[in-house]
């Protein structure tokens, strides 16, 4: 079945530092990945939708130059939490579905087995 | 607007019966999906529902209401390993919104 990849799945960093987290489907192509933050016993909340080869759309309240979000290919969208402060540690977590041609619409979302981001 | 309600927790007996219900509202509908989240760990996906009824799937079941703007996620034969959070996620147009999920208990 389809499987999306996460990676790194731990940082633990310095406050200031960027940190840069990758998202692959592995056997099929994603035009859209979603990224979602969550914190300790609290929703999922959606941050961006990552479009293929356009810009990412990003929800309310969410910094678009604090969370860069690069989608170069149907197969990898990347997040980077630029400058990061102690209030960015939290679960991050990417999602996305096969979106090809002759696939079933209502195929589910799969999610990566998420980032958990410490910052010091 | 979009508004998603579940229960925060629920405890149940190994091999019982639960049911945990979900209502929502949301800007467009595209089929409600159903997660199970182990701490510290990603959601795994376990129903989905775009039509009234009710889906089997082994010892899960789902249930949706369009009009009412309801579901539920029934449980059977619970297990030890049951315990863990359930995430009620309707579709809008292109994304899928959570609520903040119903943390199961399962107890012996």
């Known amino acids: 079945g389809a499987v999306v990849s996460q990676h790194p799945s731990r940082v633990i960093c310095k406050s200031g530092t960027s940190v840069k987290i990758e998202c692959r489907s592995l056997d099929f192509q994603a035009t859209t990945m979603f990224w979602y933050r969550q914190f300790p016993k609290q929703s999922l909340m959606l941050m961006a939708t990552?479009?293929?080869?356009?810009?990412?759309?990003?929800e309310q309240g969410v910094e678009k130059d604090k969370f860069l979000i690069n989608h170069a290919s149907l197969t990898l969208s990347t997040l980077t939490v630029t400058s990061a402060h102690p209030e960015d540690s939290s679960f991050y977590i990417c999602?996305?579905?096969?979106?090809?041609?002759?696939?079933?619409?209502?195929?589910?979302?799969?999610f990566g087995d998420g980032t958990r981001l410490s910052i010091l | 607007g979009q508004n998603i309600d579940q229960p925060t927790e629920m405890t149940a007996t190994e091999g019982a019966i639960v049911q945990i219900n979900c209502t929502y509202q949301t800007s467009g509908f595209n089929g409600l999906f159903w997660y199970q989240q182990h701490a510290g760990e990603a959601p795994t996906f376990l129903s989905y529902?775009?039509?009234?009824g009710l889906e089997e799937k082994g010892r899960f079941s789902s249930f949706l209401s369009r009009s009412k703007g309801y579901s539920y996620l029934l449980l059977k034969e619970l297990q030890m390993k049951d315990s863990a959070s359930y995430l009620c996620a309707p579709r809008g147009y292109n994304k899928l919104i959570f609520g903040a999920g119903t943390r199961l208990a399962v107890h012996p």
């Open positions: 529902n775009v039509l009234d």
């Open positions: 999602s996305a579905r096969d979106q090809r041609q002759g696939v079933r619409w209502n195929q589910p979302q799969h």
């Open positions: 990552s479009n293929e080869g356009s810009k990412a759309t990003y």
